[in-house]
């Protein structure tokens, strides 16, 4: 791709998608620019990453043929006021940002600035992300193909319809921290049964990572694979019987509930 991408942002998800970016070579390293308040932050990612990096918003819009917001949603308004000016003819903006809505970006940016909305969470660090996109323009089949294949270099990403963001918040933006708790309250277990910690934290980690591959690669339903590990009288069978006693499922679902309430709430 020898498109220009743009970060405005380089906090923890802005260098999670810079850095899987990259590592993908689909765009060299002087098309991928990017914006930080701090000399300390410009310095780390500049020497981490080998872009440019600058201290003037507008530069990055003025350059960028994709515009990535990558900042807090309270600031997007800040951040568009200050850009709206200088953003780059033909140029597509999209916000990371969680209850940012399409009808935002469509009041506050120029009229004939694309925009589109992407919802990716931070395991795109390690190639790993998950992203929804979604759009309520036309888009041509190359920029299309382009937003997605840019969010794809550092995981998967589907186009779904902005109605859904707020689920998707709560099932992959959110959900690796759900994640993380579960693989350390099984660690704190298996320390408890007397494995190290370090140890524990390698099979509780591995164990979550194989059952994830096993429900993409194998197409099979996750039911059905909990049911293949579950023996007649055996331990696991055990241990799914006191997670749905201790209400395992309905906690996980009450939470992302709540999770897409108070994402859906932030763009009211």
Known sequence: MDKTIGFIGSGNMGQAMING???????????????????NTRKKVSEDYGIKVYSDNKEVAGLSD????????????????????????????????????LDFLKRNLPEETKYAKAIPNTPAMVGEGMTAVAFDQEFNKEQTAEILEIFRTFGRAEIVDEALMDGVTAVAGSSPAYVYMLIEAMADAAVLQGIQRKQAYTFAAQAVLGSAK??????????????????????????????????????????????ADKSRNMSK
Do not use: W
């Open 214 to 259: 096993m429900v993409l690669e194998t197409g099979i339903h996750p039911g059905e694979l909990k049911d293949k590990v579950c023996s007649p009288g055996g331990t696991t069978i055990e241990a799914v019987t006191t997670l749905e006693k201790e209400g395992f499922r309905s906690a996980v679902m009450e939470a992302m509930k709540n999770c």
């Open 21 to 39: 970016l990259l590592k993908s070579g689909i765009v060299a390293n002087e098309n991928v620019i990017a914006s930080a308040k701090t000399e």
């Open 66 to 101: 994709y515009l990535i917001l990558s900042v807090k949603p309270h600031k997007h308004m800040e951040v568009i006021q200050e850009i709206k000016g200088d953003i780059k003819n033909g140029a597509v903006v999209i916000t990371v940002g969680a209850g940012i809505t």
